[in-house]
């Protein structure tokens, strides 16, 4: 299993939601990412810090940006 890192972006392109999660494969994890999806946002999705799915956006969000911020959590 390998840990992954899942980034949702806003339309306005705020950060809204940033999760940790193991799954046994890239596909497994991009597909979770999707779920949680529920107002349309954009998918990051990260594994030992190279992005394995960037969904519609144009730059990939540097690592750090996360690691400084603290976005709110969805219920």
């Known amino acids: ?14 950060v809204s939601l940033f999760t940790s999660a ?9 597909r979770a990412a999707r779920r949680l999806c529920k107002y349309g946002e954009l998918i990051q999705v990260w594994r030992d810090g190279v992005c394995i799915h960037n969904e519609g956006i144009s730059e990939i969000t540097p690592r750090r940006v996360f690691e400084s911020a603290n976005p709110p959590l969805r219920s």
């Open 1 to 14: 299993m390998h840990t992954y890192e899942t980034c949702l972006i806003s339309m306005s392109g705020k």
């Open 22 to 30: 193991s799954y046994f494969s890239d596909s497994a994890a991009i």
